[in-house]
């Protein structure tokens, strides 16, 4: 089965900064777009930020300019670097993949881990 893996939440106070990492492990062909999103309370999970295998990336225009997505893999990890946090980035932070799990399938797989929460404060 493939498992994703979040680290790296925690309590930061505003202007902080962490540094979030999701690992994927199982039995797969390859892992190819990462994101990460994110659930506060009262609303939608959103996207915050997402990369292609090959180093595209994309954010939401609330993070743009502070988070920075990058990914390793070799470690089949990604990995959201937060800076210049705000209280409005408190939530649960979701990584997600879309995996090819085998060469028979026509098509990848979208995997989630079970989030990692995020507090930001004064």
């Known amino acids: 089965q493939v498992q994703l893996v979040e680290s790296g939440g925690g309590l930061a106070q505003y202007g902080g900064s962490l540094r979030l990492s999701c690992a994927a492990s199982?039995?797969?062909?390859?892992?190819?777009?990462m994101g990460w999103y994110r659930q506060a309370p009262g609303k939608q999970r959103e996207l915050v930020a997402t990369?292609?295998?090959?180093?595209?990336?994309n954010y939401a225009e609330s993070v743009k300019g502070r988070f920075t997505i990058s990914r390793d893999n070799a470690k089949n990890t990604v990995y959201l670097q937060m800076n210049s946090l705000k209280a409005e980035d408190t939530a649960v932070y979701f990584c997600?993949?879309?995996?090819?799990?085998?060469?028979?399938?026509?098509?990848?797989?979208?995997?989630w881990g079970r989030g990692t929460q995020v507090t930001v404060s004064s």
């Open positions: 990369i292609s295998r090959g180093g595209s990336t």
């Open positions: 199982g039995t797969l062909v390859r892992i190819n777009a």
């Open positions: 997600n993949a879309m995996i090819l799990r085998s060469y028979y399938d026509d098509s990848d797989y979208s995997y």
